[in-house]
């Protein structure tokens, strides 16, 4: 890989990994001021420390310019006359980091180190670090933004969550090659009486690649024209499944299958009507001929003053009369029957007729009993 003088960007990133990696000595090159560069675009930074013992470190500590220096070493925050100490036997963090990454949070806040050093866990939990993956692609200049302070104070923090034992780097191999690392850890004192989760497990991807936590959790290295792994995930039975978002695939990349993609599609209801079709012809089989059915009977006209006409009264006769002028049949004929209080009798439109000069098209009275005789007509046909 090209190598750049001085310290060369770089990228990082932040895994949750309970995973352990074999050694692997990381190739640097010939000239002690210079570093890898990343094989990620975006995701720039410059990594403070060489990750093997006996390496040289350029001014990577304060007062050890040109020294070679043990990994262990770190410059206690922006105090420089604290002597550097050695870090304590770490663990990966165990636990899905979602649920465990406000435990160890909160055990940071209860170490002896300095506040900066708590300050800044809290910007990486609370801020920065993806709550699934614990991925966390800030730069020293932005963290250094957020603790208002300078970007080699933010290195000498990082150092001191090293040292404290909440903080291990370390050598991944990804799907682009040979990338470091950060891990979070808790010290070995404090992993026996660490709460743990009922079901421990969780991928830890960086970058573009994802690290197994344990047997249970799926790998998954997504290349051009594959599928993106989601890091929300449905647990069940202590089971981790991701599901997967499409994406196009490439020319000549046949595309990952999908989740039910196998089932069989739904099945459709048969349609059981009994509904016979009738054939008038050869030619149209299919045509269907509904039979004639008689005229739907008109509603009932709105009758708010309706009433009683008692059987064989004087409104009787006068009701009669009205009909027979204009052409309708007796109310007896007619035998819309109705009751009430008074006992049974004819239903009329008004208690008594419309006058004689009330009969034209133009009187409300006169066209509202017409339209009521007319459907007591049609009723009594029907």
């Not at 000498?156 to 040979?178: N, P």
Request: aromatic share 8%.
């Amino acid at each position: 890989m090209p190598c750049e003088n001085g310290f060369g960007p770089i990228g990082m990133a932040w895994q949750n990994m309970a995973g352990t990696y074999p050694a692997v000595a990381p190739h640097y090159c010939t000239n002690p001021a210079q570093r890898w560069a990343s094989p990620s675009a975006g995701v720039l930074d410059s990594y403070p420390e060489p990750l093997t013992d006996n390496v040289e470190n350029p001014a990577a500590l304060a007062g050890a310019t040109g020294s070679n220096v043990d990994m262990v070493h770190v410059d206690a925050g922006d105090d420089t006359s604290e002597p550097a100490v050695s870090a304590r036997p770490v663990v990966p963090l165990p636990g899905i980091f979602n649920r465990a990454r406000f435990l160890w949070a909160k055990a940071v806040a209860e170490d002896d180190i300095t506040g900066l050093g708590k300050a800044l866990a809290y910007v990486i939990i609370n801020q920065v670090a993806d709550r699934n993956t614990a991925q966390c692609f800030w730069s020293y200049e932005r963290f250094g933004k957020a603790l208002n302070c300078s970007r080699d104070s933010v290195r000498r923090l990082f150092r001191l969550l090293e040292a404290a034992g909440w903080l291990r780097r370390k050598i991944v191999q990804s799907g682009r090659g040979t990338v470091i690392g950060i891990e979070f850890t808790i010290p070995a004192e404090r992993a026996e009486g660490w709460d743990r989760p009922k079901h421990p497990g969780g991928v830890a991807p960086y970058l573009h690649s994802s690290v197994a936590l344990t047997a249970q959790t799926h790998a998954s290295n997504p290349g051009r024209g594959g599928a993106e792994v989601d890091t929300e995930r449905a647990s069940t039975g202590g089971k981790i499944t991701p599901y997967r978002r499409s994406s196009p695939p490439a020319r000549g990349v046949q595309g990952c299958p999908q989740r039910g993609a196998g089932l069989h599609p739904p099945y459709h209801t048969p349609n059981y009507s009994k509904k016979a079709a009738v054939s008038t012809s050869a030619a149209e089989p299919r045509k269907q001929v509904r039979a004639e059915q008689p005229a739907s009977l008109p509603d009932k006209p709105h009758l708010p003053l309706a009433a009683v006409v008692p059987f064989g009264s004087d409104r009787e006769a006068d009701w009669n009369e009205w009909l027979r002028r204009n052409r309708f049949p007796a109310l007896a004929e007619l035998g819309v029957l109705a009751s009430d209080a008074t006992g049974r009798g004819y239903e009329t439109p008004f208690r008594r007729p419309p006058s004689i000069d009330q009969d034209n098209e133009q009187d409300l009275e006169a066209r509202i009993a017409r339209r009521w005789a007319n459907w007591a007509l049609l009723r009594k046909g029907a």
